[in-house]
């Protein structure tokens, strides 16, 4: 016996983390076994249906049996023989970003996300679909621009839908390049990934700002994580503009390795970059405000036995 899980629409920007997880619900239900020849067929039409839909949109219509993720890798396997699916399931091109001419000054990259993360979107029954901006976005992107980032707008979403979006958040002109879900790899267990290295840039100079981890994590040492804005009510968030000074930071210092970096940054902040640059921050504000007052007491003293030398001649 197989069940069927239908899903209209499954490019629906917010509503594509919770197919994925109805999808991994669905798989991960008992039901009685099937024929091992069976499942490995159903296990390859569910993974063709999904890359199909991936380009197509529609309805998606995924089997599932007791053993769901063993057959899925099966069918994926078979799939990946077959080169007529191979470009649904890897990026569209091996370099996502052009080289940089021969002797011109490489700048670091800043990747960052764009629904949850620069801007909320939200289905309006009069005016359909509207992007709500995160507070701070317009002095985020400007200023990483002016430091000297090279900044790529990376989302999973499809072109055709979240391209107006992509650009109406940069109306300075700030953004380099402007990736989509053409440019992300389709992994085995179902997910959408953007593969840093695929970028064409040396990974010790790439940040990655997301408020989804699983969409970095074959790199998550170039991750700075950030709470997603998911209420365009929250005017009060100052994710980004907590941010700006850290970036700054890494650039002013010029890091030789931004993984180490943010490890070290990690390990202050308990798992939390931005949080353990502020603790750091704080902790060098309170040991300059210590050596000014010893500084200062120590010359006050010095005045005072100047004074009292004075009187006793």
């Known amino acids: 016996m197989r069940r069927a899980l239908s899903v209209t629409n499954p490019h629906a920007p917010g509503h594509g983390r919770a197919v994925a997880q109805r999808l991994a619900d669905q798989l991960g239900r008992s039901v009685p076994r099937a024929r091992e020849s069976s499942a490995a067929s159903m296990a390859t039409t569910a993974v063709l249906s999904l890359a199909l ?12 049996t007791d053993n769901g993720h063993a057959i899925v890798r099966q069918g994926w396997e078979r799939l990946s023989q077959l080169g007529f699916v191979r470009e649904q399931l890897e990026p569209a091109r091996p370099k996502l970003l052009p080289d940089f001419p021969e002797g011109q000054h490489v700048p670091r990259t800043l990747v960052v996300d764009l629904e949850d993360t620069l801007v909320h979107l939200e289905w309006d029954r009069t005016y359909g679909w509207r992007a709500a901006k995160r507070p701070g976005v317009d002095t ?3 200023r990483m ?41 389709y992994t085995q267990d179902g997910e959408r990934v953007k593969d840093l290295s695929r970028l064409n840039r040396d990974l010790r100079n790439v940040i990655a700002v997301d408020d989804d ?3 970095v994590q074959w790199q ?3 991750l700075i994580s950030i709470r997603p804005f998911n209420d365009a009510r929250q005017q009060d968030d100052n994710q980004l503009l907590r941010l700006i000074p850290v970036l700054e930071d890494m650039v002013l210092r010029d890091v ?10 990690r ?10 640059f502020w603790l750091e921050q704080d902790e060098r504000v309170r040991a300059k405000k210590s050596l000014e007052s010893k500084g200062l007491g120590a010359a006050v ?10 009187k006793k001649t």
């Open 213 to 215: 981890p699983r969409e």
């Open 53 to 64: 839909a991936g380009t197509a949109g529609g309805v998606l219509y995924l089997g599932a």
């Open 140 to 142: 985020f992107l400007l």
């Open 267 to 276: 390990e202050i902040g308990k798992g939390d970059a931005v949080a353990g």
């Open 145 to 185: 621009a002016q430091v000297g980032y090279e900044i790529v707008l990376f989302t999973s979403g499809v072109f055709a839908f979240v391209e107006p979006f992509a650009y109406s958040i940069d109306p300075q002109g700030c953004v380099t390049h402007r990736l989509f879900r053409d440019s992300t790899t």
């Open 220 to 222: 998550p040492q170039n």
């Open 256 to 265: 030789p390795d931004v993984r180490v970096e943010l490890e070290r940054l």
């Open 301 to 310: 003293r010095s005045g005072q036995l100047g004074l009292l030398g004075k």
